[in-house]
């Protein structure tokens, strides 16, 4: 499903994610499901709350939700996979609205995005208002007028610091839920210090090498029948080289695409799937061996390898960040 008052892009059918999974004792199974859980009974005990004429306490509330970890852990698809749930659709009907930022966002590109959530919620006369604002603070304001009794989830993804500000835009994009006491934010950040900012904070880490959710997006995308096991989190007729390759990618979600793909295209002329597999292995090694490649077998691997370099290198830089502020 997905929210007709939406603005996130619809998830790839690869992308696997769990919002309703428990464990046997109850607990949340996915750092997803946690998100959803804990969105929905802060807006439902808002609105609980607020029939009992006491305002002051429903405004106590946490609002804010901020997830965040290193690139690639899969806080994007996190934030877009909600707006795909009948219950946050359900509990927030003046629309699920998703903003992108990024590094290096101007405050025009701030107040653009603000502009796509109101246009799509049906603001017209408006929005050129909006645009012509001087200040984020000015178009958040014009936006409180438009969602002012809209219960509303805002979605803010990759939100970063900015010079002079730890916390970047989000002190200014907040105020938007001075619109309803009911409506909710989640934000996304590598910025230990901006999901602090939030009150709320999600720590997002890489999946279980070897849990449902990580065999399942790397079967997806390595297009191999799911074994039957991976819905009960115990994997006996895993293979010992898809194991092993589960093991490589880490749990993050990046790596897992990465590899299924790979996997995939080794399929088409393997024995077998296994042997597919036992392929890149063998591939992988060699290459940190440091054995000669063809030309362009030599820039798809320095593409991944470079890219893999830099989320290494984030990751400890994030590691330390974490350290220093929690």
């Known amino acids: 499903m997905h929210c007709p008052s939406s603005s996130a892009p619809a998830l790839p059918h690869t992308v696997e994610l769990d919002f309703d999974k428990r464990d046997g004792h109850g607990n949340h199974a996915t750092l997803e499901e946690a998100l959803k859980h804990n ?74 995005e603000i502009v796509k959530i109101m246009k799509i919620t049906g603001a017209s006369s408006s929005l050129a208002e909006v645009r012509g604002s001087t200040s984020l603070t000015e178009a958040v304001n014009l936006a409180v007028r438009w969602f002012r009794r809209k219960i509303c989830l805002f979605l803010l993804d990759d939100l970063w610091p900015i010079d002079g500000c730890a916390i970047g835009y989000f002190n200014d994009l907040r105020q938007v839920l001075r619109c309803s006491f009911e409506s909710r934010m989640a934000i996304s950040t590598r910025s230990v210090s901006i999901a602090i900012g939030t009150g709320h904070v999600v720590d997002f880490a890489a999946r279980d090498p070897l849990g449902s959710v990580s065999v399942r997006g790397f079967m997806k995308c390595a297009s191999s029948p799911i074994p039957r096991d991976a819905l009960r989190e115990v994997h006996h007729d895993l293979c010992p080289s898809v194991q092993k390759i589960l093991s490589m990618c880490g749990g993050l979600p990046i790596t897992l695409s990465v590899a299924g793909y790979a996997v995939a295209h080794l399929n088409r002329t393997a024995r077998s799937f296994e042997s597919a597999c036992e392929i890149y292995i063998t591939d992988f090694c060699a290459t940190k061996l440091g054995e000669k490649r063809n030309p362009e077998g030599k820039r798809l691997y320095d593409c991944i390898h470079l890219s893999l370099k830099y989320l290494e290198a984030e990751f400890s830089e994030w590691k330390r960040e974490k350290a220093v502020n929690i």
């Open 39 to 112: 969105i929905l009974s802060s807006a439902m005990a808002a609105t609980a709350t607020a029939a009992t004429g006491i305002m002051s306490a429903a405004k106590t509330l946490i609002p804010a939700y901020g997830l965040v970890g290193m690139a690639g852990v899969g806080k994007t698809v996190a934030l877009q996979g909600l707006a795909g749930e009948l219950e946050i659709c359900n509990r927030f009907p003046g629309g699920v609205l998703y903003m992108i930022f990024g590094q290096g966002t101007t405050v025009q590109d701030a107040i653009e």
